[in-house]
């Protein structure tokens, strides 16, 4: 409904930084599905949901048996769950509606992600990548876990799957990550492993169904698929974001690996060796075929988490260099189109907004920045009968231009409007949006906003001015849009069940925005209205009298102290 | 009682069944300035008045169920949360008030008078920002954001969490009559005294369009979306009120009979049987007409002052009005079954 009217660019890619989110000391982001709430894992083991349209804290997920810090937040597909995964070596699945914990395990080793099941609507099942060993798909409502295959080799017809461990010629640390990923359907994973093979691995019965080679054969640190589940980025140790096509389909894609794999066996029945390795890649190029690279060619730097933007055209690389917080933006065709820097802290987690352009990064401050578009104001809007133009245009008149007579045809130009045409105000059109679900099930968008009660916290600054209430206290400056008591004893009644009143208190949830032009105006107006009062107050009844909605009476303005801004 | 007047034009659609006077509430001892029912059922009917209170009634028995108290000036609009668990009330004392409506006593039939039974305060949060009278109030769909218009000639839109003022936009030259959220709360209407009637996107806070230019025409009273978002409802002060298409500006439908030259009067859709537009009107009736036809149906006659405010039940065949100082009342009209 308001496609027709917002600028058809939506799918663009931010520029400047528009805000900051602080609150603790985040250090992992997630977007839910719509990008109505941000989750955001604190290292003091908390996990924070952000209401993204207000900017504003909506809920805290607090678990007294996790402090410490968080290592990876991830939605259910509809916004209902939240897997959380910790140093301590814990994950946690919380019900984000209800903030209850629904399930919490220990594993041997800490995720470094953790990643829940798309498929179901209320996911038990969760993968969870260690930093040095394979990956497990952990099963939150047992415990159980499983560990996944990381590569296939000849000897017999076995999987390998303990992680092989490489050395570098450098004699840089055995540590490698594996990277793994469930794909958009929730059957399948693909792993990423250290020989620089992706792995289809199959959930239901780990097995691996192909191998693709990366070219380059580095590492891969990370792997990861774009919303639509058509795109696959991989991040490697040589420095390089390459990309790849997913061609396989989005539902029963087992059924049609299973095709896949037994049209590969009737095939290869009259050769004799019988190699495993090269039937999965055969099978493999069916599935993930390569597009390009991206890099940064002159400086070479390591890049880390990759992602797509929500619809898939973009695709965005951090820096992983210290000490500075740069965020390199390429169109999926290829071309490098934005650099975009930021304050000099490092970067550890950036995610992209599921349908907007907009890009929050949070650096190792514990602060999440929020890019956005630059805001340009549209003054076409304004004047709807003038022309917006880029530059000067000469302007040539026409023949009858500045005729005594209007032309004939110039009448009718008026479009007729048929009067009495059907009108209809209720049924609504469905824009086409990239949407993940299939809409049948609910989605948790939003989460009810439960105001939380006055506190008495500033003080009144302003004595002299005549007081509005009974007792008031003015807010003590246009910078900080903070609330002030209205001097009444606000019981709190049922109000929140997660208040953040004492979280209000602090300075923590700062918010960092230009003083308004009207804030100075409203802090320039408390220092005149002691000689302004009457003055104003006659210029209400008088000339706003045919306006108001109701009759005021002078001896109501004896009260009414705050002047106009005009 | 009212009286139809003729045919309703529509030879295929049921005939016009009038609506006639239910009841008679007076909640208030001055003037009444905006009168609501609660979203999502109607359970409960809201009134404010220029006697600085707000009235809760059950909408089933108009029993008065709470009586909001903590505005040092009247009011000039309410607006309920989509839950109707939070009532946001807009004053001339500058700010906007957060009352709680939860645990409300069932409607024992007290009384019809202002008699509160309150313990403690409902007021749950006062946001101060504006500089001057506040004239409208809306909450968006989601109810975590809270829109807010005055005199001071800006929009001021507040988190409800936090109390914060998220933003605050120089809309208009003179005082912002009537805001009015999209029904996926990606956009703003606002009605201004200066004429216009302008559209704001609702995450950046910039002008998407001008539907009516300022300065072209008289003041814009009140604008409101239609339930789908494509429409938007605007009265204007030369006893007008148009249907405009969104996406074009121009106006579709224009409804006349009524006056309004002086007052902000709400005006709304009626589609619980049959599409109506029902508004008040400043010579004392509350004026109901076919949304497609444009012709009157039928005028509501019996308050003793100008109608300032209509509400329509949101499932029954209900409206509920509201008059100004001479009358005081609330009244409410059914449609006969």
Redesign the interface.
């Known amino acids: 409904m308001n496609v027709p009217i917002i600028d058809p660019l939506q799918g663009d890619f931010p520029e400047i930084i528009e805000d900051f989110l602080q609150h603790g000391n985040m250090k992992c982001i997630a977007f839910n599905c719509h990008g109505t709430l941000l989750a955001a894992g604190c290292s003091d083991g908390s996990c924070i949901i952000w209401d993204f349209e207000t900017r504003g804290i909506s809920r805290r997920l607090r678990d007294s048996a996790t402090i410490s810090p968080i290592t990876s937040v991830c939605w259910s597909k509809h916004g209902h769950r939240l897997l959380v995964s910790a140093t301590d070596k814990s994950l946690t699945l919380w019900d984000v509606k209800k903030c209850e914990k629904i399930a919490r395990i220990t594993l041997q080793h800490t995720a470094l992600h953790a990643r829940l099941d798309p498929g179901p609507v209320e996911p038990t099942i969760c993968l969870a990548c260690p930093l040095s060993s394979a990956p497990l798909l952990v099963d939150m409502s047992d415990g159980s876990s499983s560990v996944l295959p990381v590569s296939v080799s000849q000897e017999g017809n076995n999987y390998i799957v303990a992680p092989i461990p490489r050395k570098f010629s450098d004699g840089s640390t055995p540590f490698t990550p594996t990277a793994a990923t469930f794909d958009r359907s929730g059957e399948l994973i693909c792993v990423g492993n250290s020989k620089g093979e992706i792995l289809i691995v199959g959930i239901k019965t780990s097995k691996v169904y192909g191998i693709i080679p990366v070219p380059g054969g580095a590492v891969i640190k990370d792997i990861v698929f774009c919303r639509t589940g058509q795109y696959v980025l991989t991040n490697s140790n040589d420095r390089v974001i390459r990309l790849f096509e997913n061609l396989l389909p989005h539902n029963n894609v087992i059924n049609e690996l299973e095709i896949i794999d037994s049209l590969n066996n009737n095939t290869n029945n009259n050769v004799e060796e019988y190699d495993i390795v090269e039937k999965l890649k055969t099978t493999g190029t069916k599935c993930i075929k390569y597009l390009r690279e991206f890099q940064d060619v002159v400086t070479k730097i390591q890049w880390k988490t990759p992602c797509f933007s929500g619809d898939g055209e973009w695709i965005l690389g951090a820096s992983a260099s210290k000490g500075e917080h740069k965020l390199y933006i390429w169109e999926r065709l290829g071309h490098l189109v934005k650099i975009l820097e930021g304050p000099k802290e490092a970067i550890i987690d950036v995610v992209w907004h599921p349908e907007r352009p907009i890009v929050v990064s949070v650096s190792v401050t514990g602060t999440a920045y929020v890019w956005a578009k630059d805001y340009v104001e549209n003054w076409s809007a304004f004047a709807p009968d003038f022309k917006e133009l880029e530059e000067n245009e000469e302007y040539i008149e026409r023949e009858d231009e500045f005729d005594l007579n209007p032309r004939e045809d110039e009448k009718e130009k008026e479009e007729v409007v048929d009067e009495d045409a059907e009108v209809d105000i209720e049924n609504i059109e469905e824009a086409s949006i990239i949407t993940i679900s299939n809409g049948l099930h609910e989605e948790l968008r939003y989460l009810p906003a439960v105001p939380s009660p006055d506190l008495s916290e500033q003080q009144d600054k302003y004595p002299a001015s005549p007081s509005r209430l009974e007792e008031s206290n003015n807010s003590a400056s246009p910078f900080d849009n903070d609330v002030v008591t209205n001097g009444h004893a606000s019981s709190p009644m049922e109000v929140a069940e997660n208040s953040l009143a004492e979280e209000d208190g602090g300075a923590s949830s700062k918010r960092k925005r230009k003083p308004s032009a009207k804030g100075m105006e409203m802090q320039a107006e408390k220092d005149k209205r002691p000689a302004t009062k009457n003055q104003k107050s006659s210029s209400v009844s008088k000339t706003s009298k045919p306006r108001t909605k109701y009759d005021i009476d002078s001896d109501q303005d004896d009260e009414f102290t705050d002047g106009f801004v005009f | 009682m009212g009286d139809a007047t003729a045919g309703a034009g529509a030879g295929a659609a049921p005939p016009y069944r009038p609506y006639r006077l239910l009841r008679t509430v007076t909640a208030h001892s001055r ?1 009444v ?1 905006c009168v609501k029912f609660s979203p999502p059922d109607g359970r409960l009917l809201a009134s404010a008045s ?1 006697d600085k209170t707000i009235a809760v009634l059950c909408s089933s028995t108009l029993a008065t169920l709470a009586t909001l108290r ?1 505005h ?3 009011i ?1 609009d309410i607006a309920f ?1 989509s ?1 109707a668990s ?1 009532l946001a009330s807009a004053s ?4 906007v008030r ?1 009352w ?1 409506l ?2 409300l006593p069932n409607s024992n039939p007290n009384s019809n008078s202002n008699s509160s039974d309150e313990i ?10 504006h ?2 009278y506040v ?1 409208c109030v809306n909450f968006n769909a ?4 809270l829109v807010s218009g005055s ?4 929009i001021r839109m507040w ?8 933003r ?1 936009i ?1 809309a208009h ?1 003179a ?1 912002v009559t009537a805001l009015h959220f ?3 709360a ?2 703003i209407v606002s009605a201004s ?1 200066d004429g216009s009637c ?2 704001w ?1 609702a ?2 806070g ?5 539907l009516i ?1 300022p300065g072209k025409g008289p ?1 814009v009273s009140f604008a409101k979306f ?6 938007v409802l605007v009265a204007t002060f030369d006893d007008t009120l148009r ?1 405009c298409n ?2 074009n ?6 409804y006349t009979g009524h006056v309004n030259r ?3 009067i709400t005006s709304t ?1 009626s ?1 619980t049987n049959g ?1 109506y537009i029902v508004s008040g009107s400043e010579d004392k009736c509350v004026y109901i007409w076919d ?4 012709n009157v149906l039928q005028k509501l006659e019996g308050h003793n002052d100008t109608v ?1 405010s209509v509400s329509c039940h949101p499932t029954q065949n209900k409206i509920a009005s509201a008059g ?2 001479n009358d005081r009342t609330i009244k409410i009209w059914v449609q006969d079954a």
């Open positions: 003037a300035s220029l903590g040092s000036e009247g000039s949360s839950d939070y001339d004392d500058a700010t957060l709680v939860k645990n403690g305060d409902r007021c749950v949060r006062t946001l101060r920002g500089t001057s004239f989601q109810s975590n954001l005199f001071d000639c800006t988190d409800v969490v936090t109390g914060r003022s998220v605050c120089k030259d005082p999209v029904r996926d990606s956009m005294h302008k559209v996107d995450a950046t910039s002008c998407l369009k001008a230019e003041a239609s339930p789908n978002g494509k429409f249907l969104l996406a500006g121009k106006s579709l439908k224009v002086v007052y902000c859709f589609v599409k949304l497609q036809g444009k300032i100004l100082d």
